[in-house]
């Protein structure tokens, strides 16, 4: 089993989205079990990859991993399913509306435009007028996450749950001495509390976990095609487990490709070719990809593949 590795997956692709779905497509024509997984947060993501044809058993994301939405059966939340307070007044904002009370707004409800009209989010005021809560719901129909606000506008907490209910993982917005912008994650996973400084040390505990996991896995030996380096580079490389891993280059790996020895490196592949002892080979697109790399970096596995999969018909 290949995992190909990415950061995130959204309706407006790469060449390196597009470049994984070609790959996927073709394992899966030759029967070879693969799956692509991301660790971006979306409450569209499955639809996102069902517009890009990829089924919900070849592909796993780390929020709905730790918040148990792997595998859900899709149900439509509409206006009615809000229970809302009925003595509220209701102000038709588009196809959203605005709620009040004594002429206090007190909710605006966000909807998709679609034929049920089902619910984006839920944004909650307090007495003066100020936001300070958000509730998104996944377009499969549970409530997704919580983001709470300060009296600055700034999102302080998000809360991610189960489709049950349960609170699954929270995330926490802070400050360092140096007024820099930090963010830690408060994680329960299996009736066990974790946390984490950071989305990479997330990211490698889930990795650390899909590899392992005969639900994900199937059952098989698992390896790991790094799609984005410069996202997930670290993540990957600060696993617990260790598994076959292989950088994959998508583009040129230099600066100026008339000094391939002494270049300065592309900016995406910097970190990771840096460290290119620690992968288990780099993967390139072209012969002469190949014997560039091989000449700069002469300890490495280079496994050249072809990135462009042209469909029989």
């Known amino acids: 089993m290949l995992y190909f590795l990415n950061d995130?997956?959204?309706?407006?692709?790469?060449?390196?989205?597009?470049?994984?779905?070609?790959?996927?497509?073709?394992f899966k024509h030759f029967n070879q079990p693969a799956k692509i997984v991301t660790r971006q947060y979306s409450n569209e993501f499955a639809q996102v990859m069902a517009h890009a044809g990829v089924a919900p058993e070849d592909y796993v994301n780390l929020f709905d991993y730790f918040q148990e939405a792997v595998a859900v059966p899709s149900k439509a939340v509409t206006l009615a399913d809000l229970h809302l307070n009925p003595k509220w007044?209701?102000?038709?904002?588009?196809?959203?509306?605005n709620f009040y009370q004594h002429g206090q707004r007190m909710m605006y409800v966000r909807r998709r435009d679609n034929a049920r009209k089902t619910i984006i989010n839920q944004q909650i005021f307090d007495r003066f007028g100020k936001l300070v809560?958000?509730?998104?719901?996944?377009?499969?129909?549970?409530?997704?996450?919580?983001?709470?606000?300060?009296?600055?506008?700034?999102?302080?907490t998000e809360n991610y749950y189960t489709p049950t209910g349960r609170l699954a993982l929270s995330k926490f917005h802070f400050k360092n001495r140096r007024d820099q912008d930090l963010v830690s994650y408060h994680l329960n996973f299996r009736g066990q509390d974790y946390h984490f400084n950071?989305?990479?040390?997330?990211?490698?505990?889930?990795?650390?976990?899909?590899?392992v996991d005969p639900a994900i896995n199937e059952g098989q030996k698992v390896g790991l095609i790094v799609d984005r380096v410069f996202?997930?580079?670290?993540?990957?490389?600060?696993?617990?487990?260790?598994?076959?891993?292989?950088?994959?280059?998508?583009?040129?790996?230099?600066i100026n490709n008339d000094d391939i020895l002494h270049s300065a490196l592309n900016f995406n592949y910097d970190w990771g070719l840096k460290n290119a002892a620690a992968w288990d080979g780099i993967g390139v697109l072209t012969p002469h990809q190949e014997a560039d790399v091989k000449a700069r970096w002469q300890d490495s596995k280079v496994y050249m593949v072809p990135s462009a999969i042209v469909p029989d018909e």
């Open 8 to 26: 995130n997956f959204q309706e407006n692709k790469s060449g390196i989205e597009h470049a994984q779905l070609k790959r996927l497509k073709l």
């Open 89 to 97: 007044q209701k102000k038709a904002d588009g196809i959203n509306y």
């Open 133 to 156: 809560k958000v509730v998104w719901y996944d377009v499969r129909g549970f409530k997704s996450v919580e983001q709470l606000y300060d009296w600055n506008n700034q999102i302080t």
């Open 198 to 211: 950071g989305l990479d040390e997330l990211t490698s505990f889930f990795y650390d976990q899909i590899v």
């Open 231 to 254: 996202e997930i580079g670290w993540a990957v490389l600060h696993m617990r487990r260790r598994v076959f891993r292989v950088m994959q280059l998508h583009n040129d790996q230099v």
